[in-house]
């Protein structure tokens, strides 16, 4: 065998690809730091603005909360839309929920929350079955639903493990 029966493959291009999108995705942080730490909140007008908008109206409000039965007993805490609020709010934040894996029973989903200012960031990662009780993997559309509602807790979690309890 000589060298011209081996196939070349481009690995030097793809890697210079890669290290282009991260140089680039290092830039777009590093810019968004720079103004976080140029334009800091103001603690006390994120609060006020956030109650304002989850008390504009008795829905709003509503679904800023969520209870859900669990051994007999409801098992409540903020949703997702007040993580939502909160964080439209509080500012110099990059927040995030995605579907990361879906294997043949579950859907795993990773939110992730990162205060700019602070440099706090948290990732939580939920998991959700797709089967049901007799074990019938669930159709393509439920899986997709599954996976939103997977998406959304993640994302709160994230969130409220960021932005202190306090708020």
């Known amino acids: 065998m000589n060298i011209d029966d081996y196939e070349v ?48 109206d008795a829905e709003t409000a509503q679904s800023c909360g969520y209870a859900l039965p669990r051994g007999g007993k409801p098992v409540t805490g903020p949703s997702v839309h007040l993580a939502k609020i909160i964080v439209s709010n509080w500012g110099n934040m990059r927040t995030e929920a995605k579907v990361v894996q879906i294997t043949d029973k579950q859907i795993i989903s990773r939110g992730t929350a990162w205060d700019l200012e602070t440099n706090v960031a948290s990732a939580f990662e939920v998991r959700r079955s797709i089967v049901d009780k007799k074990g019938n993997r669930y159709s393509d559309d439920m899986i997709t639903v599954t996976g939103n509602a997977a998406n959304s807790i993640a994302y709160r979690n994230a969130v409220f493990a960021v932005i202190p309890k306090a708020v």
Do not use: F, G, W
């Open 9 to 56: 493959l481009p690995v030097e291009t793809h890697n210079a690809q890669v290290v282009q999108i991260d140089a680039l995705e290092r830039a777009n942080v590093d810019s968004q730091v720079a103004t976080a730490k140029q334009y800091p909140r103001n603690i006390r007008r994120s609060i006020d603005n956030s109650m304002v908008m989850a008390t504009m």
